[in-house]
């Protein structure tokens, strides 16, 4: 077997450990929807009524603001996801597992793959049961199913950009508790961002942030897709955000994980 067969083996193996690990512990996995699942019904039923009248002289209420929000709720699922996996490698990087590793004939990437991959996976189960709610309490997208797939593949890209980052975020980490704190900010960058309302309402200065963090071109791209509203450049500057994004948080967490373990 060549070196890219044996990397490729010892990674499926890997991912394989992590969907285990899934399954094994549910309340991780329920941790990446619980959250955006309270905030969803938190906003549409309680102040979603007011927040639609205020979207536009189009506007209607309750039933408008649901299809605003729940883009937003979807890249909040997203973020969630982060500190799982943060948490599950500082957990391996601490118990001893790496070490393990690390003595074994296994491709050494595999490790940081199997993460990623799995975390992914749950995510995008994750992903699925919040549109599955979002459409029972009256979600109606306009989506094509061409533009279904396109916003399944920026979801992926996005997710796989976030768990990247979130797996450099565990290995930095000295503890797991510290792994656990790490990616909450980005959690609230949805709120800071035109996720539950239109940025040209926020102040001068929060609008600025708004208009130039992360989420809100993410945001803005999976809404025109599902709803048919403009996109303009937001699916541009997504893609080099995930692209540019992953390759840092590819090389930060590679290079933490093969640094000396007795520093």
């Not at 941790?31 to 309680?46: A, D, E, Q, T, W």
């Not at 796989?160 to 450099?168: G, R």
Request: hydrophobic fraction near 55%; aromatic fraction near 10%; glycine fraction near 12%.
């Amino acid at each position: 077997m060549s070196t890219l067969s044996y990397a490729l083996t010892d990674s499926a193996t890997m991912v394989r450990r992590n969907i285990k690990h899934m399954i094994r512990y549910p309340v991780v996995a329920a941790s990446v929807v619980g959250l955006p699942l309270v905030f969803l019904l938190l906003f549409v039923y309680v102040f979603g009524g007011t927040l639609g009248a205020g979207l536009g002289p189009a506007a209607g209420g309750r039933a408008e603001y649901l299809a605003y929000v729940v883009p937003g709720i979807l890249l909040m699922t997203a973020a969630g996801g982060m500190q799982g996996t943060a948490i599950s490698v500082a957990m391996d990087m601490t118990e001893g597992i790496v070490a393990r590793f690390r003595t074994m004939a296994i491709a050494r990437v595999s490790v940081l793959t199997g993460h990623v991959v799995g975390s992914v996976i749950q995510t995008m189960l994750g992903l699925g049961v919040v549109i599955g709610v979002a459409a029972a309490i009256g979600f109606r997208p306009n989506a094509t199913i061409v533009e279904w797939l396109a916003v399944l593949a920026v979801l992926v890209l996005i997710t796989f950009a976030l768990t990247w980052l979130a797996v450099a975020m565990g290995l930095f980490s000295k503890t797991v508790e510290g792994a656990s704190s790490l990616p909450l900010p980005l959690v609230l960058l949805p709120f800071l961002g035109s996720g539950f309302v239109p940025t040209d309402s926020m102040p001068a200065g929060l609008r600025a942030f708004a208009d130039y963090q992360p989420f809100t071109p993410f945001i803005e791209t999976v809404r025109g897709l599902l709803m048919g509203t403009g996109i303009g450049d937001s699916a541009v500057i997504t893609i080099a955000w995930c692209v540019g994004g992953t390759l840092l948080s590819y090389v930060w967490a590679k290079k933490l994980f093969n640094r000396d373990p007795s520093k």
